[in-house]
Structures are given as C-alpha cells and as structure tokens.
C-alpha cells in the first residue's frame, strides 16, 4: 500500500491518504506518543524457577537417617536409595523431624534386639505410613538413665557413647 503525505492547515496538522483516497490523520510532534513494537512472535515457554521452591523447603536429612540406622544395626543401607528416600521424605511431608526418626530406630532397637524380629530393622519396615506413629510413641526408651524401658536388650546398655548426629 502506498502512502501519500499532504500538508494542511497548522491546526489540522498532516494527512496521509492511501491510493484509494482515503485520509488518515497525523498527529502533530507535541501531541504523539510513541507507537509501541509489537511482535507477531509467540512464545510457548514458561520458566519455573525450581531453585526458589527448594530454598523455601526444608532439607531432607537422608544421610543422616539412614546413617544413624546403620549405625544402630550395624547394617549398609544407602541414603541414595530411592525407596529409603521416599519412605523418609513422605514422614517429613507428615510433619516428622530427624529426632522422630532416630526415636523409632531407638524405639525398635531396643524391643527387637536378640529377637527375631531384629531382621525388620529395615527401612521399609521403620518408616513406612503405617507402623512409624506407632513406633514413635511406643515410649521404650527410658531418657533418664539411656536404657531400655522394658524388653530388648538382656541387660543394661549404655547409649550414651553413641553420638546422636
């Protein structure tokens, strides 16, 4: 389409008008505003930012879950472990802390040790949905003296050597 400019009177300002005849009307300097650029490109993108939700949420303590497992047990199980970490991350998302988690192994050590039930000192068996509450308030620990309060061990153990991080 080509345009053609006419000048008119000062108050009217510039026209242009098209092949066809038609006007169109040119605002003066003073009165214009700047005609934004547009663009006919789209975008399909959306940007996450997946470091500003993992700063905002708390960290996960496997390794030191798991560790304090295999400390008590004597066992290898790896903090890596898919299953070890979701078992732990879906208790910490009910709310549970690390201190929850080192009372149920304390908890179950102490009632399962020299049993046959020793062998379900797992993570599967620990931290599953079902059994952990249950562990947790199971109360086998007496704080006083860092012995058993009934069951487990034969004797008195003294756990106090044992660091709890």
Avoid: C
């Avoid at 997946?50 to 199980?77: C, F, M, W």
């Amino acid at each position: 389409m080509q345009m053609h400019s006419e000048e008119t009177s000062p108050s009217e300002g510039k026209k242009v008008h098209d092949q066809k005849g038609r006007n169109f009307p040119i605002k003066s300097e003073e009165t214009s505003q700047p005609i934004p650029k547009t663009s006919t490109k789209t975008s399909s993108e959306t940007s996450t930012n997946k470091n500003s939700a993992s700063k905002d949420a708390p960290r996960i303590p496997y390794k030191e879950v798991i560790d304090y497992l295999n400390q008590k047990t004597g066992a290898h199980y790896k903090p890596s472990s898919k299953a070890n970490q979701r078992l732990i991350k879906a208790r910490f998302k009910e709310g549970y802390k690390l201190d929850d988690f080192k009372t149920v192994i304390d908890n179950k050590a102490f009632d399962w040790q020299g049993t046959p039930y020793w062998k379900y000192m797992r993570p599967s068996t620990l931290f599953g949905a079902s059994k952990f509450d249950g562990y947790l308030n199971a109360n086998n620990l007496n704080q006083t003296r860092n012995t058993p309060a009934s069951g487990g061990y034969g004797g008195t153990v003294d756990i106090s050597s044992i660091p709890d991080d």
